[in-house]
Each structure stands twice: as C-alpha cells, then as structure tokens.
C-alpha cells in the first residue's frame, strides 16, 4: 500500500459534464431574466456535438441574441461561480472511502479557485484529504503541468515525492511533471472520458493505466511488492 494517495478531481472524481451542464443552466436562468430563451438546450447541444471553447458565442448567435463583450463576460462570471449541482463517480465514492485511514489522501485540482472550491463543497469531500492544493491560488502559471502544485503537495504532507502515488485522467497535461518528480502516476480512463482517447507522447503518458478506481486496491497492493 501507498503512503501518498492524491487524486485529481475534474472527470477523475466526478464527470465534468455535470458541472458544465449546470453551469450552463445557471446562465440559462441569468438570460431568461433579459428575456432571452433556449440557451442551455442549444449549449447543451453543442456540447454533445463535441463543440469545446466558443459554446457561449455560438449558442447565442444561433438564437440570434445580441451580444457584446460584457454580456460574454459577465455570461462566463455566472457560469464559473454558480454552485454547481456535482455528484461523485460511483468508483470514486468507494475508492475515497476505502483508502481514508489506509493512507494520506491529497488532491491537487486545476481550474478557476472559487470554480474549484465551489466543486468541492457541492461534492462535500473536503474531509477525505489531508491536503487540498488549488494551483490556481499561486497563479496561472503554476497550473498543471507546473511542478508547483506537485511541490506544494509534498510541502504540506510532510513526504517525499517517491512516495506519493498521483491518480488523474488528463494525460495531455497531469503526468508529465511527477514522472520527473519520481512519483509513480496512474491514468483512469474510463469509456466516455474526455482525455481517454487523447495520443501523447511517452514521456506525457502515465506509468499504470486503469479503467475504474475499484482496480487502485489491486494495483497497489501489486506496486508495494518488493
């Protein structure tokens, strides 16, 4: 068994599709307010259709609703602070269960730092870790793939990297940095994931690839085997 368990959190511990589907009914509700209507079945549309990064822009323009740079901002405002309605993965829920007590629990989470705390308090998991690193609180450019939330983990555990065990879904950005740390990392790639058809090269990719966190126990037990 790992000492050091650290979880991601966004399509790791719970599908990020919940929170943009519920991000996109809060704005849904912002707009009905001005009068405007059908935007969460148009974004929601697009989403499905694999449209990623100009949702907001299209949808509107499809319901064919002026637009401006404030109403865009304001519109991206209501959707990453809304308290979003998040429920855990059903493998997740067990695997945080199963390892408290058995080892530190930490998570290292990307992403806008009210938009992460707001995840975290819908899913109500704050107990399970010992240690919650937002890399959004050192600045931009210490999201991942920086070394600093990696770093600041460490710090606050009290450990080594050799010791920590990194589970995350994203191999595009979140294994690259604690394979050079001397972190042994494992990639969850379930069926509808987002990342788990991404092509990256080696030295991006996890040491260890599972298809349901129920399989850490086995994996684990496997690795502390001399």
Not at 41 to 68: C, H, P, Q, W, Y
Not at 123 to 130: C, D, K, T, V
């Amino acid at each position: 068994m790992c000492s050091v368990l650290v979880f991601d959190l966004d399509d790791t511990l719970f599908p990020e599709e919940q929170f943009v589907l519920s991000g996109f009914q809060a704005v849904d509700r912002c707009l009905q307010e001005k009068g405007h209507f059908g935007f969460f079945d148009m974004a929601a549309t697009l989403f499905d259709r694999g449209v990623r990064g100009n949702i907001f822009d299209l949808s509107l323009a499809e319901l064919k609703i002026s637009t401006s740079r404030l109403l865009i901002s304001d519109l991206i405002q209501v959707y990453r602070n809304h308290i979003p309605s998040l429920t855990l993965h059903k493998d997740a829920a067990w695997a945080l269960n199963y390892f408290h007590g058995k080892a530190k629990i930490g998570l290292i989470t990307d992403g806008y730092l009210e938009t992460q705390r707001n995840k975290i308090s819908a899913l109500q998991i704050a107990p399970f870790f010992e240690a919650i690193i937002y890399s959004d609180e050192f600045g931009r450019d210490h999201w991942k793939p920086s070394a600093t939330p990696y770093v600041k983990l460490v710090e606050a555990l009290q450990c080594d990297h050799n010791e920590c065990v990194y589970v995350s879904d994203n191999a595009q950005k979140d294994f690259i940095t604690p394979n050079r740390l001397g972190w042994t990392t494992i990639q969850i790639s379930r069926e509808k994931g987002e990342y788990s058809k991404a092509i990256v090269a080696p030295e991006f990719e996890a040491q260890k690839k599972i298809s349901s966190l129920h399989q850490l126990d086995y994996l684990l037990s496997f690795l502390a085997k001399p």
